[in-house]
């Protein structure tokens, strides 16, 4: 019988992948950023899809925005809660109803972004999973750990744990090294495995070095 890895394609350039995403934000961040929180959503969200596109990942990986809602009176969401672990269970029920399987559509997303200030930080939904951060847990789509873990250790020897994107606690990051060899690893499994088939076909809305339009 054929071995496991012989069902996909031998690869000899990295496939672009698309990743769309809905980015969500609640109450809280209207009343902080006021009239500029749009911008500031971009603004960030930008400079996480520059760093799927550093080279140290090994793969090309651009990140669009599909949708985005500000909560509030007018845009109802999941109900408030000061407890993190019922925000995300809420946020991630919540969200697979906006959601629409035609790739086609306007309104179709593949990832959830929650943006807060009542827990701290930002939250999101993603093939089944709850991640965090728009950089850094955005790895885990792609099934990345935490440089440090265990599965980690030989891939990055003693120089690749810190000062990377999936590092456990992040201060800095190495410019010319973002990505730790054990995560272009692990995204390269990830897509070479079948894995994300479905984000070949390039949506309309790219996120470039500044602030972009968006659909929704």
């Known amino acids: 019988s054929p071995s496991p890895t012989s069902r996909f394609p031998q690869r000899f350039v990295s ?8 980015v969500v934000a609640d109450e809280s961040m209207a009343r902080f950023h006021g009239a500029g929180l749009r911008r500031y959503l971009l603004t960030v969200l930008a400079a996480a899809a ?3 596109r550093h080279g140290s990942l090994g793969n090309a990986v651009e990140l669009r925005v599909s949708r985005m809602l500000v909560l509030g009176q007018d845009t109802p969401g999941p109900p408030p809660t000061s407890n993190a ?11 697979q109803g906006l959601n629409v399987p035609d790739e086609d559509s306007a309104l179709h997303f593949d990832t959830a972004i929650l943006f807060t200030r009542l827990v701290g930080g930002s939250w999101g939904c993603s093939l089944g ?6 950089l850094r847990c955005l790895g885990h789509i792609f099934n990345m750990v935490h440089d440090t873990s265990q599965a980690c250790q030989e891939l990055n020897g003693h120089t690749g744990a810190s000062r990377r994107v999936m590092a456990p606690v992040l201060s800095s990051l190495e410019p010319g090294q973002m990505w730790s060899p054990c995560s272009a690893r692990s ?6 495995n079948g894995h994300g088939t479905s984000w070949h076909s390039e949506p309309g809305t790219a996120l470039p070095s500044g602030a972009t339009s968006h659909r929704g």
């Open 85 to 95: 672990a019922q925000m995300l269970r809420d946020f991630c029920r919540w969200q």
């Open 15 to 22: 496939v672009p992948r698309f990743v769309e995403m809905l």
């Open 187 to 192: 995204i390269t499994d990830f897509l070479d």
């Open 50 to 52: 520059r760093s799927f």
């Open 129 to 134: 999973r709850v991640l965090g951060c728009p």
